[in-house]
């Protein structure tokens, strides 16, 4: 049947778009006069002069209304579909009009999320400000070192280079070298720190007897420098992982354990297969060891090593750590006090259980 004229007057001043309105008629006794379009709320085996409430639960209590319409903005009807309800009473009884509110019941709940999620972005830019801040003192921090002993030999020999003995003029030139060596460093570091956030790679098996002879090819003379003993193991398990990235990670754990260990360093690397698929690598040194409040404060976002130790540059450990989440592992450290510490990380196992073999079981200044 056609909507009767009470209830299209009251539709006008409503916006119904595509919302599916239904309405009934029920006398002042609560009892059935009419119906239009109930079906699609689940009003199913309506009869006329059935008390309403049988079928429409929703109404308990609301009925007969007095003066004044009333709104129910958001009613799971027996359908279970939101429903937007208004009841507004008139000559022939109180009219019901329903109109279809999963529109605005989705819109409601996609705003919940959206309001969520923003919450998220706004805490995650905030984090992102706080790291920013600490990655740029970082750098500059770092960088200001060895730039201020470039400028500070260089100034000497440009103004004393006929005063300066030649043994001198080579010792402060080695400093000016090593400086921009350690800027270098820095710079490479900087820029492995952008390729790990962006860099897509496929985790393939590692040949980790190669990266770790890689690695300390890298660290030759510093090994060399402090007389360091590092033994590493025959065999390896394989590991899934992206070699370029596993050679940071190894060249960092090393580096420092040289530059921390004891006197002479003595650095072991190890590995082990964990029941849960993955293998955990290692690097131990003889050094003082760490508190625990030491070891809490490692591994944070471009927190200066040199807050724990007594030298060093704090974007090393921030960049293991990327690097070694991006390949689905973890890092870690045990230490003690006066006991030395060991440095870990986790990559997943290789499908097959393989070795790969070591070049050598010991790497030391002959």
Not at 143 to 168: A, H, V, Y
Request: aromatic share 8%; charged share 25%.
């Amino acid at each position: 049947m056609p909507l009767p004229q009470p209830v299209l007057d009251y539709l006008s001043d409503l916006t119904i778009r595509r919302r599916s309105p239904a309405c009934l008629l029920v006398s002042k006794q609560g009892r059935l006069v009419s119906w239009h379009n109930t079906l699609d709320y689940g009003l199913y085996g309506l009869k006329p002069d059935m008390a309403i409430t049988e079928r429409a639960w929703f109404l308990e209590g609301m009925l007969p209304l007095e003066d004044d319409p009333v709104v129910l903005p958001c009613v799971f009807t027996t359908s279970h579909w939101p429903a937007e309800i208004h009841l507004f009473p008139g000559k022939e009884g109180d009219w019901i009009i329903m109109l279809d509110s999963k529109v605005e019941e989705r819109q409601r709940v996609l705003l919940q999320q959206r309001a969520g999620e923003l919450a998220l972005l706004q805490e995650r830019q905030a984090e992102l400000i706080q790291e920013l801040d600490a990655f740029a003192h970082t750098v500059a921090h770092d960088l200001k070192g060895p730039l201020t002993g470039i400028m500070g030999f260089t100034e000497l020999l440009r103004t004393q280079f006929d005063d300066l003995s030649r043994e001198k003029r080579e010792r402060f030139l080695d400093q000016v070298v090593q400086s921009g060596t350690r800027m270098n460093r820095i710079i490479h570091e900087l820029l492995l720190l952008a390729g790990v956030r962006k860099q897509k790679v496929e985790l393939r098996p590692v040949d980790m007897a190669a990266v770790v002879r890689e690695a300390l090819n890298r660290l030759d003379y510093m090994i060399r420098d402090r007389n360091a003993a590092v033994t590493v193991p025959d065999t390896w398990p394989a590991a899934l992982g992206h070699a370029p990235w596993v050679e940071e990670v190894w060249a960092n754990y090393i580096s420092n354990a040289v530059k921390y260990g004891g006197d002479p360093p003595s650095v072991e690397l190890g590995a082990e297969v964990q029941p849960n698929g993955l293998v955990r690598f290692w690097v131990r040194d003889n050094g003082p060891g760490l508190s625990e409040e030491d070891q809490a404060r490692l591994f944070k976002p471009h927190t200066r090593l040199d807050e724990v130790r007594a030298k060093g540059h704090g974007l090393g450990l921030s960049i293991v750590q990327r690097i070694v989440r991006r390949l689905g592992g973890e890092v870690g450290v045990s230490s003690r006090v006066n006991e030395g510490s060991a440095f870990s990380f986790t990559l997943r196992s290789a499908p097959e259980a393989q070795y790969s073999e070591a070049s050598g079981s010991a790497h030391q200044d002959p």
